[in-house]
């Protein structure tokens, strides 16, 4: 089970000026109107069929959707203490939502053939019946308190009319809203309601309207037909309930009215709108299928130029281009359909569309052209996943050259890429020219962090991740557009994890454009960050903290030699954790990877979304990062996070450079929040439990010499950070982590010890193995996640 953590969209206005930092962290809010507008969102992305045991008996969509509520009062009084207005509920239902749900549960099939296009019906049908479930659920506790009676202002009395329509006419003085076989039975108010009742006899027909679309998804779900009567009244849209409020009732406006209000425009028509993730690859193989057909050749050998111009002329073309007749593969038929089915939903249920791997301007408009392929009338905004250290780079050309296409730039602006929850007047609190007009669309660009660690390590991977969102910005203040970075983060700080204050330190001034922040929370970190509402309530303003202050006192431009000193530590550590991993001499690494981690034994567990290997074939460049870091985890070698670091600082320092590097991690927040997230990880590494390992699963010398090399490696980032840092001992600045990580120690060393033995007994073993011994090694990579914290 994993959910993902994403969008925080809080739209601020200027105020640097004699900004106190420390007020903003304990206030969270600074002056009217800059904490009046915005969003986080929150991204479930349950995608597991069974989640860890660990996880079992958790709701964390209850947590949430009870933590949402209070999280805006908090806020309120706030804003409130400083003098400042609450936030506003009546403006339209977008303009003002701090909180935005979203998900890829049912929608990333990246490498997963069991996500199909039945399976993201389903999936949307069922957040949809969830999310009116709840609805009902406060309506119903609603119709007690609001029972004010007699007229009220004009708007209302004529919604009140309008709705009057779903019941059969009663006599004078009697009840209406009475049940009925079309209404349904319900506990509270089952006989109706007084007729000079105007909000209950509203909030009757709100009910009416939430049982009949919850009779709907049921009848989709199960694969029936909806009844016709019914699927007139199926919510398809987040209304604007405002009119409700107009009465002038404060007390009861901001009771459970408000929480509902606020919630409605949380979650809208769906528990979370549904992202869609495919690969680039198969949007190659459709489009190879339809122009080798076509008699135009393989679209995978015409040149980039050649692909975006054909990509384009279809797109703005009138005429059909998919013939009924063409033959295709079950991979391309399944395409097909998803956006067919991606067509037939609504378009409020629906997120952004990643593309995986995404390395041109061709992937982007491809996906343009299969939506209008399916029928889909308001496209889903396109978001390309830019995730490997070669791709990251490479990003900025990629987006500059499709805003560049004419076609594009014009659906981006005319507001079909935006986000669902917009923003309203505002300003660019990262650009220094304040002359600049505001950008007239949005283009999101996701960014990952699992897989660039994986490709280049810590070092390059981060500083990557920081050039190319400054670099992304300029192309986006160059066309006018404004572009919002969506974080790809896992729970481990090996794939970009870590407190909220600390990983937003790594991102450049200006990269919250308008105070958007989208990211995601997967994994075991769900039990983390939402066990209880009060820690969800903890986890939201966290994260809001960290945005309004990032947004407000943004971190400073680093020096030329502070760059330039980056650039090399990155391009070192990236040259010998390449050369160890990937090209190692006889592929010594890669046995070794296979003999020392439980990396098979991993594969048989179910507790991943997805295959461990993005292809059944290759070797570790097609491993998924989660088996990848989750295997290093398990063994205290944590290698992702230090490889080929701690060779880097060595250089300088040998170099006369260590008092450039204490200046930078002193004066530079990037360099300082790399370090103490790296620090944070190697408090929990242990050569020594990785040394009991090889004496129980390493029999050969080469193999047993490579490991030598890296404990020293691990050593020798430990004695290089600490240098740097000033400090004694791992953690220094951590007391209350490094207290929680020696009292989980004792039983930590207990596991890996049983799991080390497990493992020489799995691979001595000749034909089946015993059901104990595998029960052994699951039981002890449950254990050993959890007192690690992380899986991957």
Known sequence: MGWAFGLFDAPVRRARAGLDEKRLASTVAVSPGEARNGMLVIEETSRSPRPPTALRGLDPEETVWKAVPEHYRRLDRCLKRIGAEELPFDVPWSGCSLLKMSSWMGGDRDGNPNVTWSVTQKVVTLLRWRIVELY???????????????????????????????????????????????????????TGVAE??????????????????????????????????????????????????????????NGRLLDLIRRVRTFGISMACLDVRQESDRHSEVMDTLTSFLDLGKFTEWTEQQ???????????????????MPMSDIVKEILD???????????????????????????????????????????????????????????????????????????????????????????????DVTMPPPTGKQEVMLGYSDSVKDAGKFASTWELHCAMENLLEVGKKHGVAITFFHGRGGSIGRGGGPPNMILLAQPAGSLQNGHLRLTIQGETIGRHFPSCEVAERTLEQYSTAVLEHTLAPPPLPKPEFRAAMQELSDVSAAHYQKTVFNSEGEIFVRFFHTFTPTSELGQMNIGSRPAKRRSYGGIDTLRAIPWIFAWTQTRLLLPVWLGNGLALQKYIDGGKLPLLQQMYKEWPFFRSMLDLIDVELGKASPMITEHYESKTVQDPDLKKLGAELREGLNQMITNILKVKGATSLLSSEPNLKMAINMRKPYLDTTHAIQAEVLKRLRGEEGEVEPELRDAMIISIQGIAAGMQNTG
């Not at 009676?149 to 779903?166: C, D, F, I, L, Y």
């Open 136 to 190: 009902y659920r406060e309506v119903d506790e609603l119709l007690y308190e609001l029972s004010m009676t007699g007229e009220t202002n004009e708007e209302m009395m004529k919604e009140v009319e309008a709705v009057s329509s779903m019941w059969p006419s009663s006599d004078k003085g009697s009840k209406v809203c009475r049940p009925s076989e079309k209404s349904g039975v319900h506990w509270n108010f089952h």
């Open 196 to 253: 000079d009742e105007p909000y209950r006899r509203l909030l009757m027909a709100i009910r009416r309207r939430c049982w009949r679309t919850k009779v709907s998804m049921e009848a989709l779900y199960l694969g029936k037909q909806a009844d016709p009567e019914f699927q007139k009244e199926v919510i398809t849209s987040a209304e604007d309930p405002g009119s409700l409020i107009e009465q002038g009732d404060e007390l009861v406006a």
């Open 307 to 325: 692909r975006c111009e054909w990509l384009v002329k279809e797109i703005e073309s009138k005429r059909p281009l998919l013939p009924d007749d």
């Open 338 to 432: 998803t956006y067919k089915i991606i067509s037939e939903l609504p378009s409020e249920a629906l997120g952004a569309y990643v593309i995986s791997m995404s390395r041109a301007t061709s992937d982007i408009l491809a996906v343009c052209l299969l939506q209008k392929l399916g029928g889909v009338k308001k496209m889903m905004r396109v978001a390309p996943l830019f995730e490997t250290r070669e791709d990251l780079i490479n990003a900025p050309k990629v987006i500059d050259a499709a805003l560049s296409v004419g076609w594009y730039k014009n659906h981006v602006q005319a507001g079909t890429t935006q986000p669902s929850c917009r923003d309203r007047d505002s300003t660019d609190v990262g650009s220094e």
